[in-house]
């Protein structure tokens, strides 16, 4: 394989002044993360340490295996809705080793509203769901939850992505033989106590931890009776009376300590087989993907200086180098696991569509995960290539991304726009993960060109009923709302706390996350796929 040469001046001032600007958008989102890690408020600490409770933090540092890494999903979702504070959507969620294998974890956050579960919280649960689902992991919950938050109560519960879909899967799961796991460290109210219900195992936290479909608050509104929560659905009730829980804990170490032999006792993953090397390290510095990377999304740059600081020994085989440049396809390895990159190098053409289309396929006929690398303004546009079929050819890699049955992994590292967002393996094409870089922008197209769009519709309008063209104060009040709502819809914040992703991650830790990834994704049985295609128009 051919090393990637850079030609990137790493003493210039273009490098320079690209590392500080990613450099502050790093520490924008490092200073996001802590906060929604550790802010929460001295009440609701006080109240969780009364209880002799431990926080989600402690919780997880107990559940996973000492020294092993976690792959966080979505630690921004719900940034800056609701009040601001319900971080996480309330739910910290990863995957994590416990007792030597992968699993993903997800843990009610009991000091943001007493662990209740928002809108955003469901769709959290219901993606978490839906990883280890595709990646054929085992499934951890540390409940501790109020059930739904009431004020919005009509936003979690009726529709069929709401909270029913979350038990509907965990049966579907049971089903599939998905081991579920479930410890139960505080009260778990209604939906709450479907989550334990439907798990194969049960743990229960003695005094803290209770199962009931009404808790007393509810019990007390329908019936008037007075009753305690241990009394309605505490430990000795569930482990000895009802035997909806099946091991007693002592305390939420203890719970973490019997859901970690539950783990190990489970017959181990058989991991899908893919081609593998010794990994090394890039020859290049990933931490130089800071100033690789422009300030600007308009400015163009080669894509291979940021394939040269992501793979093992920045070595590629570069497939179809000369034809279709636009895009960048070619075999490289990742922490030793061999992956099959497309990376964006200016819009795509139908050269840079049937070029993917057939490297896509190839990957998938031989079982090499696919990354893409998106930055990525469009399909190109115009009579020309209208009549060359640029439709029909964006159609087949399109068609190619949708139905390979490889693991897909994305990162949008500038621009993901239009149907690019398609054919790159948007979250609408069920790539296992996808993140953003701190930098990227996302949306049907640019503010500047949507902006554009809506004025050229308007003017063609007045021209056709007679009327006086658009004035320049006319012009600015189109053009202004739409800029500005793109620039702030289109950002990663806001991208990640609509959970139109799976995380913002700094561009120098990529790498590291690519590999961890790629080996959750091998829990996942790679044979007996079904690699037929549908018809591609030709
Ligand atoms: N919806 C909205 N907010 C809720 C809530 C719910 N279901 N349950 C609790 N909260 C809020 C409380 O109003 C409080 O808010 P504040 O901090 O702004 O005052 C916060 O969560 C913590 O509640 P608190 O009761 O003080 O904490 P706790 O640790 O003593 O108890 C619960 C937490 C969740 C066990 C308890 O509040 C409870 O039983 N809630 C009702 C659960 C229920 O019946 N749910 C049915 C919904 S399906």
């Known amino acids: 394989m051919d090393v990637i040469e850079s030609r990137v001046e790493t003493r210039s001032d273009e490098y320079r002044a690209n590392y500080e600007h990613m450099e502050k958008l790093v520490a924008e989102l490092k200073s996001e993360l802590a906060k929604a890690r550790e802010e929460r408020s001295a009440t609701a600490r006080a109240r969780n340490a009364e209880?002799?409770?431990?926080?989600?933090?402690?919780?997880?540092?107990?559940?996973?295996?000492?020294?092993?890494?976690?792959?966080e999903v979505a630690p921004l979702a719900a940034h800056g809705m609701y009040d601001g504070k319900v971080y996480s959507a309330g739910t910290r969620a990863g995957i994590g080793v416990v007792g030597g294998r992968e699993v993903m974890v997800t843990a009610n956050d009991p000091m943001i509203k007493g662990g209740t579960i928002y809108p955003m919280g469901v769709k959290k649960s219901l993606r978490c769901q839906n990883i280890a689902l595709e990646n054929r992991l085992p499934y951890v919950s540390l409940i501790d939850s109020g059930g739904a938050y009431l004020p919005l109560q009509s936003e979690v519960f009726p529709d069929a992505d709401d909270g029913g879909r979350i038990f509907y899967n965990q049966a579907w799961f049971s089903k599939l033989g998905i081991p579920q796991i479930c410890a139960v460290m505080g009260l778990c109210t209604a939906g709450g106590a479907y989550i334990p219900a439907m798990s194969d195992h049960v743990v229960h936290v003695a005094r803290t931890g209770a199962i009931f479909l009404g808790g007393p608050p509810l019990v007390r509104a329908a019936t008037g009776e007075e009753v305690s929560a241990e009394e309605l659905g505490g430990a000795d009730v569930h482990c000895r009376l009802s035997g909806v829980s099946d091991y007693l804990a002592e305390d939420d170490a203890h719970a973490c300590q019997i859901v970690r032999d539950i783990m190990a006792a489970l017959p181990p993953a058989r991991k899908a087989q893919i081609a593998r090397r010794e990994p090394r390290p890039p020859r290049y510095d990933p931490h130089e993907l800071w100033g690789v990377v422009p300030r600007k999304l308009s400015t163009p740059y080669d894509v291979r200086e940021l394939i040269a600081r992501l793979v093992d020994g920045s070595e590629m085989l570069e497939f179809k180098a000369l034809y279709g440049p636009t895009l960048v396809c070619g075999w490289a390895y990742i922490h030793g696991y061999q992956v099959g990159i497309l990376g964006n190098n200016g819009v795509l053409f139908s050269e840079s569509a049937l070029k993917a289309t057939q490297f896509i396929q190839l990957c998938d006929r031989q079982g090499t995960p696919l990354l893409f690398l998106q930055n990525i303004a469009g399909y190109i546009v115009g009579k020309e290539y209208e009549r060359r079929g640029i439709t029909k050819d964006g159609h087949k890699m399109v068609h190619a991304v949708a139905t390979a049955t490889v693991p897909k992994l994305t990162v949008i590292v500038g621009a993901s726009f239009g149907a690019g967002n398609y054919g790159m393996c948007g979250r609408g094409y069920s790539p296992r993960f996808l993140w953003m870089w701190p930098n990227a922008q996302i949306g049907v197209m640019g503010g500047e060109q949507a902006a554009d769009v809506l004025i050229s519709v308007?003017?063609?309008?007045?021209?056709?009923?007679?009327?006086?063209?658009?004035?320049?104060?006319?012009i600015e009040a189109i053009r202004r709302p739409i800029i500005d709502a793109a620039l702030k819809e289109g950002n990663a914040f806001y991208s990640t706390a609509n959970l139109w992703d799976d995380g913002i991650l700094d561009p120098a830790t990529t790498r590291d996350v690519l590999g961890l990834a790629i080996a959750v994704t091998l829990n996942a049985p790679l044979e007996g796929r079904d690699q037929g295609q549908g018809v591609f128009r030709m």
């Open 51 to 71: 209880l002799g409770k431990l926080t989600v933090q402690q919780r997880l540092g107990c559940l996973l295996d000492p020294g092993t890494p976690w792959l």
């Open 458 to 474: 308007k003017s063609d309008q007045l021209a056709r009923t007679g009327q006086e063209p658009l004035q320049p104060a006319m």
